[in-house]
């Protein structure tokens, strides 16, 4: 007897059932083409790129309609034409953000790293941990003495040497995220506990690397993510629920690197040991 194919459910949908195949085979490419390192979230929509993949993202709960037209924006997107149907985004050239990005090879970068006292405090087998990095808009043959020393001492009047707890950054629960293409600042992932602080923080950064500070560039993250969440884990054999709490604490500054880029030479600015903080 000839072989048949099973029955649909009764329940099948047909434009259900195209756009969620649909979704499970663009939406991974999709997330790949405009943010391949994975930083910033689907609901994200404070920078360009990340505006860019939530418009293409395939939504199988959306109208059939705007699925088929997000498929043909990506399609354009990727294709020859993305030059042809518009030069710039925010008013920014497209090429800008790219080209910025490569041609730029020195850069600073900054670690701050929660104290011992603190993670022993929370209970937690690993530090807080935040990385922040500055391009220096220059071939690294093009920086001068002067310059890294300038910058040095900001950084030690902007981020001092704490003495109190006062002295250290708070990474809060919430997040933001500060984008300038014209003076190359990209910083995706800023914990702060409010707004006014995020934008203490830029302007320290800003004032360190002598770049202007736009307000209107600085954006809270629009994915929530609360402060608690409860899940279900198996010890000894049994379920239990337990509380899995976000990372909420205080940051202190620990060393600042130069990097050469291409040119193979990284030098330490700054360095100071947790025990002495």
């Known amino acids: 007897m000839p072989q048949t194919n099973p029955p649909a ?11 969620q195949v649909v979704s499970k ?3 991974p490419q999709i997330r790949d083409y ?3 390192n994975g930083e910033f979230p689907d609901e994200n929509i404070t920078t360009p790129n ?3 993949k939530r ?3 395939i939504e199988p709960d959306a109208s059939l309609i705007l699925n088929v037209a997000k498929m043909i924006f990506y399609v354009l997107m990727c294709g020859r034409l993305t030059a042809e149907i518009g030069e710039r985004f925010y008013g920014t050239p497209k ?8 041609n730029i090879q020195a850069q600073v970068i900054f670690y701050f790293q929660e104290p011992s006292k603190y993670r022993r405090r929370a209970n937690r087998k690993h530090p807080k941990r935040m990385r922040v990095s500055i391009p220096l808009l220059k071939d690294a043959t093009q920086v001068t003495v002067a310059e890294i020393t300038q910058i040095t001492n900001r950084i030690n009047q902007r981020f001092p040497l704490p003495k109190s707890q006062g002295d250290l950054y708070l990474c809060g629960q919430e997040k933001y995220s500060y984008y300038d293409p014209v003076s190359a600042l990209q910083m995706p992932q800023i914990q702060a506990a409010n707004q006014n602080q995020a934008a203490q923080f830029v302007k320290d950064i800003c004032y360190i690397f002598s770049r202007e500070f736009d307000p209107t560039r600085l954006n809270k993250s629009v ?3 609360e402060a608690a969440v409860k899940e279900t884990v198996r010890v000894l054999g ?11 604490s205080r940051v202190a500054l620990v060393s600042v690197e130069f990097i050469g880029g291409n040119t193979g030479l990284d030098k330490t600015l700054i360095y100071r040991p947790l025990k002495e903080i």
């Open 223 to 225: 994915k929530y993510q």
């Open 50 to 52: 990340a505006a860019l």
């Open 34 to 36: 405009f943010d391949p």
């Open 25 to 27: 085979t663009l939406n």
């Open 55 to 57: 418009a293409c993202l």
């Open 95 to 102: 090429t800008d953000f790219k080209q910025r990005r490569n």
């Open 9 to 19: 459910p009764q329940n099948y949908n047909s434009k259900t059932h195209f756009l």
């Open 238 to 248: 049994e379920s239990t629920t337990r509380m899995r709490r976000k990372v909420v």
